[in-house]
Nanobody, 120 residues
Framework: QVQLVESGGGLVQAGGSLRLSCVAS????????MGWYRQAPGKEREVVAS???????RYADSVKGRFTISRDSAKNTVYLQMNSLKPEDTAVYYC??????????????WGQGTQVTVSS
């Protein structure tokens, strides 16, 4: 019923920038919270940033001041601007959207993941 497509990952040198995008499509009535998570090899998936339907944002301490989450509700899209990247930011990044399905339930949907690799 809902599909999420991520883009924007890649290989970048330390200090560089990347911008991730996540576009939702399908039977969407409303998108509530949006978030970005990441999972590094051998580690648990962790929340990086989130943005509510009121555009309030929250960040993990490790990315505060470097990453910015934003949303374009008209385009059903959430972005993650990542600046001053560090090797420890290397991970697979996943978007997560809480969506009210048209004529259906509220669901939590995940993107397919996009690899971000930061070289030193």
């Amino acid at each position: 019923q809902v599909q999420l497509v991520e883009s924007g990952g890649g290989l970048v040198q330390a200090g560089g920038s990347l911008r991730l995008s996540c576009v939702a499509s399908g039977s969407i009535n409303r998108i509530n919270a949006m978030g970005w998570y990441r999972q590094a090899p051998g580690k648990e998936r962790e929340v990086v940033a989130s943005i509510g339907s009121d555009s309030n944002t929250r960040y993990a301490d490790s990315v505060k001041g470097r990453f910015t989450i934003s949303r374009d509700s008209a385009k059903n899209t959430v972005y993650l601007q990542m600046n001053s990247l560090k090797p420890e930011d290397t991970a697979v990044y996943y978007c997560n959207l809480v969506i009210d399905i048209r004529w259906g339930p509220r669901v939590s949907s995940w993107g397919q993941g996009t690899q971000v690799t930061v070289s030193s």
